[in-house]
């Protein structure tokens, strides 16, 4: 057996029918030029998702769990029938494969199911009837034979996942742009392409908004050590792209670097005012957020001067906004907690410099502040960590405050 390559396509690149058969061209090259150990992750193409997002919602707006997930899976199996289609047009011999067919093990958490296992047979022993395996990124299924979804993005993680278990030199993810740039380059046309990242900031950039990779097949990729190659689907050229992989000590090791500047315009924040000084109520509010699956990310809890009361203010996705409130009020009236009130804001967005050793350098807030300040962009919360700084402004400002913090930290 030659060795295993696992290749992922996204949407965009499987967009159109000429795409498609773009993308099976490529692969049949590899076929020819005799690798022939080839997996091929496909994401829906691009849109589809969204759409069957909106079918589901229209009949039911709090559409969830199995059906839900059903429903969303349906945009890769039609994915996975069209390159198996177009790669026997090339004259190739595919296998495709759902995740049941596969065997692509998760959890029971509908819309953000984790993978447990990957069966690996039915791939090696295509291959040793001559197939190239297609395999539908995104879906699951649990060990009661439902479908999951492992999250929007989430066919990065299945091929990461998928190259671990086939034991691959490295997982590649074939995208519409060369690789993880300093910044979105659809805001900042003059980003630049980063050449190597550390699993570490990698994972920052990806939690923090840059689309281009799920986070969790950054935190595979760190834990099995497996290098993810981040490339353009339509290009030749071998030498531009990212690599994501351990970082050895560079000579750059005590110098603030900046790797890239993140945009994430789904943020919303909630504003508790009147909570008793009370321990149990903090971490009661923050459970029962986290038992629905909401991620509370900046958090800033003070005691105003003069005041009994606490104030407590965090930010969360502006989409579990409606939940979250849903579940303070009940939790509020069902504990007794009179005088607790709630404000939802939507409509933020959080710009965060990433890079290694942040903390260490004195300033960073400093420049952070007056880079956006002298342009007039008001910043309602920030917080910073080793290996980040992040900013809460309005949504309204978010491109401006990219640039500006671009220009500052990486350059122009
Ligand atoms: P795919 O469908 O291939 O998975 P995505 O749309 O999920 O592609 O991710 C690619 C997009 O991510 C790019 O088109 C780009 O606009 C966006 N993006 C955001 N931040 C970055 C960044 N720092 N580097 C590269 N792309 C980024
Ligand atoms: N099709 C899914 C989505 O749009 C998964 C992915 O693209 O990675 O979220
Ligand atoms: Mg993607």
Not at 140 to 148: A, K, L, M, N, Q
């Amino acid at each position: 057996m030659s060795t295993p390559i696992v290749q992922k396509y996204g949407g965009t690149s499987l967009g159109t029918s000429e795409r498609i058969k773009s993308v099976a061209g490529r692969i049949a090259r590899q076929w020819r030029a005799g690798y022939r150990s080839l997996a091929i992750v496909v994401s829906a193409q691009s849109g589809e998702t969204n759409r069957l997002v909106a079918m589901m919602h229209s009949v039911n707006p709090e559409a969830s769990g199995l059906a839900y997930d059903m429903a969303l899976a349906a945009g890769e199996q039609v994915s996975v029938a069209l390159l198996s289609a177009a790669l026997e047009a090339e004259g190739l011999k595919a296998l495709p494969l759902l995740a049941h067919q596969l065997g692509i093990y998760t959890d029971a958490l509908h819309a953000r199911a984790r993978i447990r296992h990957i069966k690996t047979d039915p791939i090696t022993q295509g291959w040793a009837r001559g197939t190239v395996a297609v395999i539908a990124g995104f879906q699951g299924v649990t060990s009661d034979h439902e479908i999951t979804t492992l999250g929007r993005g989430g066919s990065d993680t299945s091929a990461v996942a998928i190259a671990v278990a086939l034991t691959a030199g490295f997982c590649e993810i074939n995208t519409d742009v060369d690789g993880v740039y300093t910044a979105d380059p659809r805001l900042i046309p003059h980003a630049r392409l980063i050449e190597s990242l550390d699993y570490e900031t990698a994972f920052e950039m990806a939690s923090l908004g840059s689309k281009v990779l799920h986070p969790r097949c950054v935190e595979l990729g760190a834990k099995f050590q497996m290098p993810i190659i981040v490339r353009n689907t339509f290009t030749s050229d071998q030498h531009r792209r990212t690599r994501i992989m351990p970082q050895s000590a560079s000579d750059t090791l005590e110098e603030l670097v900046v790797s890239g500047i993140t945009t994430d315009r789904q943020i919303g924040k909630l504003t508790l005012t009147g909570l008793r000084q009370d321990s149990a109520v903090i971490s009661e509010i923050f459970q029962s957020l986290g038992n629905l699956g909401i991620n509370v990310d900046i958090i800033v809890h003070d005691k105003p001067l003069g005041e009994q009361s606490l104030r407590l203010g965090f930010t969360i996705a502006s989409n579990d906004l409606e939940a979250a409130c849903k579940a303070i009020t009940e939790l509020a009236t069902e504990k007794g907690y009179t005088g607790l009130t709630v404000a939802a804001d939507s409509g933020l967005a959080k710009i965060s410099a990433v890079g290694v050793g942040m903390r260490s350098y004195a300033g960073v807030a400093g420049r952070t502040f007056t880079a956006l300040t002298s342009q007039g962009i008001v910043i309602h919360m920030i917080s910073t960590s080793e290996i980040k700084i992040s900013v809460v402004v309005d949504e309204a400002e978010a491109t401006r405050a990219t640039q500006a913090l671009h220009r500052e930290f990486v350059g122009e």
